[in-house]
């Protein structure tokens, strides 16, 4: 296990929706900055599995993803509160993989409200929607580098959709042709919801 991180806890399945796919939620705490967070993990074809994650308080916002932390929070306990979370991240993938050795996990790097608007990033919008390079997928880009191997994951990054998926070398059904189908798919779903 990876320290520091925040202790979390596995709820199970989501039971609210049959949903499709199928969601587990995770759940922790953060007492720096007295929140609490929702991760799932959603569980697609190909032993594919995308993390998540958002604040408790922004879980009936369709922006949930983009939305920051409180900005009363000081710098000092923003950073340290931000290394905890990725850490805990991190820990709950590796948990998922010790269950699922053939694990692929890949994520997105939202990107925050600003990010979104034409003025201010318009240069880096896709006519999907999705955004180029998002100052989280560079974050969390960096960080599975430092925690995940390339000789147990091929890491292959989309940075046009700030996507970013950690293919398992193990995982004999997944190819990169196969990824970036599933991905397309994947864009063209979301937007068509």
Known sequence: MIEPCYKHIN?????DLNTD???????????IINQQYIIEVLYFKYD????????????????????LIPASETKENNNKHVFMLLNTIVNIAKELMHKNPKASLGF????????????Y????INPDNTIKNT??????????KRYFSPELFTHIEYEDSSCYLLKNNKNDLLDKKTADSYLNETIESKNSN
Do not use: D, W
């Open 48 to 67: 594919i599995l995308v993390i998540q994650f958002f604040l408790k308080t922004h879980r009936h916002s369709e922006k949930r993803f983009s939305l």
């Open 135 to 144: 100052s989280r997928h560079r974050v969390y880009s960096l960080y599975v």
């Open 121 to 124: 990033n318009g240069e880096n």
């Open 21 to 31: 796919p199928p969601i587990n939620i995770y759940t922790f705490k953060s007492k």
């Open 11 to 15: 709820q199970g399945k989501r039971s």
């Open 108 to 119: 997105m790097g939202a990107p925050k409200l600003k990010e979104q608007e034409v003025a």
